[in-house]
């Protein structure tokens, strides 16, 4: 009995806990039914209640469903159209969006001359009730004849401009009205995306509540860019037709009417027969939108519009686009409390050299262009520090804007070398005199060739350099890792990027011969840790820089980037040693100068589509590359050849009265001259104005610049007389050398 009851116990919790669950499933069932059944009770009063706006036939079909219809479509392109409006609302998110002022950079040469300037710099002085009639007609009959009639989207416009389009295959005619252009002006950039569309549309919208018609019209014609770097019709006047905006004709106001679809295209300094048309094609627009008749605008058909002619004022554009790129790059990183976006900034530039950079350029291809099917180049020529003091980065601005010193990549063949043999040296396994063998070697099922097609057995690392071996820095490679290639590829990539290199280099097994890609820029200025002892240089286009007012706000040598050591001070003589012997007894015996010891090294790609020198002398680096934009093969050209032969012209030039400087790493014989002045020309222009100094003279000038910032700090920060007393008479500013550091620039030595 005992037993049954001890049993009986555990049974008695199964059954409480199996009474518990089937509680629970029974009112979860009831809950259910219940739930249909007054679910169903619902549904059923519902229906009866509606059933009373029953609406069938005709009225149901022509009223009630395409109302319903419009109202779910409507809902949901409402909430499609917020979607789609907050990205570009956020452009706006700045408060003092239309009081803010763009970036704006005047350009002095390293001796202190403007030669140029970049940015926008918002010029409100002309109402706009005192722009000319005929100005303000030709704008809106080419640009937007609707304008005070749309509310910022000329829906007929576009759907005219999408059919036009459609016929001719092509775009032929815009749809975008004045404030849609002013949106992209304002907030967005040139890129042709549907993104970039909506957002216009709707910044469109956005200005049209905000601004009244005559604002926006102003607004546009002080900000639309029409070419030779200049910001609204007041500045274009200016530039093309030396007045203002107030005083145009109706012929220069077709003109410049016409640039504001294409400015690269139809400015007149470039192209006046294409302008010129382009201004005829305007006035026929004032015609047809009845602005005008045709005997008004027969006179300025029968007199087109003279412009000022500006092919002697040859600004270094290329050299120009890249400084005000590092402009914005170092405003970027100027205080927020620095509200001015005025600045002056003064460059390395030496328009005497660049000069002659282009015409060596120039010249060249015109000489041996088609010889070789040669059509495009880029140069770069700098000082040991990184100072750019040429830059060619094309052979004709006006024809392509393209910067090929700074922004193409180009594999560079074997002047990429350089660096694989100075990590090869730096291991400490290798040395100038080390024997290395030219030998069949393969990776994968990758073989290399040397370009003479066969095999030269034993040599020195010196001999491998000069004679260009293919095989022997691949073996390299191989060594440096050990045996492993890809270990060893990776200290000759580390080596690279630390040296200057900032494109992109893929491991591949042909990466040590020259494979990967790289800008003219980074290259010539990689070759800068050779000739600096092993440090690294930055190639930078600003010496320094000045707020409107004159202040200085930032200086390279005080504020640029430092260099850094790569590798040893003893690799980098040997590496001298070795580039010299390439240079001058390899294959780049075509860039030798007079009484000038160099140190360089040729490139050539496969197919020969890129020729490369890059080399350096005491003085300064610099870099030569030819080819073809679109990857043309040329007809066999080499690094040897016409870059080599440029380099040596652009050299030349650059030695012309200047104390040379010993080439580290290489022995002067006993008769080597002290200075070259007379190499070829004394280096002065017509006016008699020297543009290049001594190092002695710079130093002395330098330090006289910045004794005069000191000066005037100290004066700023006292307040009485007695403060200026105290000061001794030499710290004073005195005569024309004050006045011109205050500018900011260097006196010139005459």
């Known amino acids: 009995m005992r037993d049954l009851l001890n049993n009986d116990r555990p049974a008695g919790w199964r059954t409480k806990l199996s009474r518990f669950f089937l509680d629970l499933d029974s009112r979860i069932d009831s809950g259910l039914y219940h739930g249909r059944r007054w679910g169903r009770e619902l549904y059923e009063r519902f229906s009866m209640f ?82 000319p009639d005929h100005l303000i007609k030709a704008t809106l009959a080419t640009e937007d004849r609707r304008f005070y009639e749309h509310f910022g989207i000329d829906i007929p416009g576009t759907f005219r401009a999408v ?51 005559n604002d926006i019209l102003k607004l546009y014609l002080d900000r639309a860019y029409l070419g030779g770097g200049t910001f609204g019709v007041d500045a274009a006047a200016q530039y ?93 990183t100027f205080p927020r409390t620095m509200t001015d976006r005025v600045f002056v900034a003064r460059l390395a530039v030496d328009l005497n050299l660049q000069r002659q950079a282009d015409l060596a350029v120039e010249t060249m291809l015109r000489q041996h262009g088609r010889e070789y099917k040669a059509r495009q180049a880029a140069a770069v020529l700098m000082e040991h520090d990184g100072a750019v003091r040429a830059m060619v980065g094309g052979r004709d601005y006006g024809e392509s804007q393209f910067n090929r010193a700074t922004d193409a990549l180009r594999q560079p063949g074997s002047s990429f070398k350089p660096y694989v043999y100075a990590a090869a040296l730096a291991s400490g396994g290798f040395k100038p005199t080390s024997v290395v063998v030219d030998s069949p070697v393969c990776i994968g099922n990758w073989c290399p060739k040397n370009y003479s097609g066969g095999y030269s057995g034993s040599m020195t690392v ?54 990967n890609e790289v800008t003219v820029l980074d290259h010539t200025g990689g070759f800068g840790i050779f000739v600096n002892g092993g440090r690294s240089i930055t190639p930078h286009a600003i010496l320094e820089v000045r707020s409107g007012t004159g202040d200085l706000v930032w200086r390279f040598d005080r504020d640029g980037r430092k260099p850094t050591q790569v590798i040893s001070e003893q690799v980098a003589n040997d590496m001298v040693m070795m580039l010299n012997s390439a240079a001058e007894a390899g294959t780049g015996r075509r860039a030798m100068l007079p009484g000038i010891p160099i140190a360089g090294k040729t490139g050539t790609t496969n197919a020969y589509r890129d020729a490369w020198f890059v080399g350096f002398t005491g003085n300064y680096i610099a870099g030569v590359w030819y080819g073809n934009d679109d990857y043309q093969v040329t007809n066999r050209m080499t690094g040897g050849s016409l ?57 002395i000038l330098t330090r006289l610049e910045r004794t005069m910032d000191d000066v005037t700090r100290a004066l700023a920060a006292t307040d009485t007389p007695g403060s200026r007393a105290a000061l001794p008479p030499q710290a004073l500013p005195q005569g024309s050398v004050a006045s011109a550091t205050d500018r900011g620039g260097t006196p010139a030595v005459r």
């Open 163 to 213: 059919l036009t389009n459609a016929r001719a295959g092509g775009v032929v005619q815009g749809g975008s009205s004045i404030t849609q252009q002013l949106a992209k002006n304002l907030f967005l950039n040139n890129e042709r995306t549907i993104e970039r569309k909506v957002k216009e549309a709707f910044l469109a919208l956005w200005l049209e509540v905000r601004l009244s018609k």
């Open 643 to 699: 870059p080599a032969m440029t380099w040596q012209q652009i050299m030349l030039h650059a030695h012309e009265g200047i104390e040379l400087r010993p080439l580290p790493g290489v022995k002067q014989g006993p008769g080597a001259r002290p200075a070259v002045a007379d190499v070829r020309r004394p280096a002065v222009d017509p006016s008699g104005r020297q543009y290049v100094l001594t190092r002695r003279g710079a130093e």
């Open 240 to 332: 093309y037709f030396n007045k203002s905006a107030r005083d145009v004709t109706l012929a220069e106001a077709a003109m410049l009417a016409g640039l504001f679809k294409a400015p690269s295209k139809f400015a007149p300094h470039i192209n006046l027969p294409a302008a010129r048309a382009r201004a005829n094609v305007v006035l026929d627009n004032l015609v047809e939108a009845g602005f005008m008749t045709e005997g008004q605008v027969f006179g300025a058909r029968r007199n087109p519009a003279a412009v000022v002619d500006r092919r002697d004022e040859r600004s270094p554009n290329y050299y120009l686009d890249w400084a005000f790129d590092e402009m914005k790059k170092l405003a970027a």
């Open 462 to 515: 010196t001999m491998a350099l000069t004679r260009s071996i293919n095989v022997i820095p691949v073996k390299i490679s191989i060594a440096l890792g050990n045996g492993n290639p890809k270990a060893g590829r990776a200290k000759i990539r580390d080596l690279s990027r630390k040296a200057g290199l900032r494109t992109p280099l893929i491991d591949t097994p042909s990466m040590p011969i020259g494979a």
């Open 50 to 131: 509606m059933d009373r706006f029953h609406i069938a036939g005709a009225r149901r079909w022509l009223l009630v469903e395409p109302v319903s219809e419009g109202l779910t479509i409507g809902a949901g392109g409402l909430v499609l159209a917020l979607a789609l409006a907050l990205p570009a609302f956020r452009e706006t998110s700045e408060e003092d969006w239309l009081k803010a002022s763009q970036l704006a950079v005047t350009f002095l040469d390293r001796y202190g001359n403007e030669i140029g300037s970049r940015g926008i710099r918002h010029n409100d002085a002309i109402p706009l009730d005192e722009f």
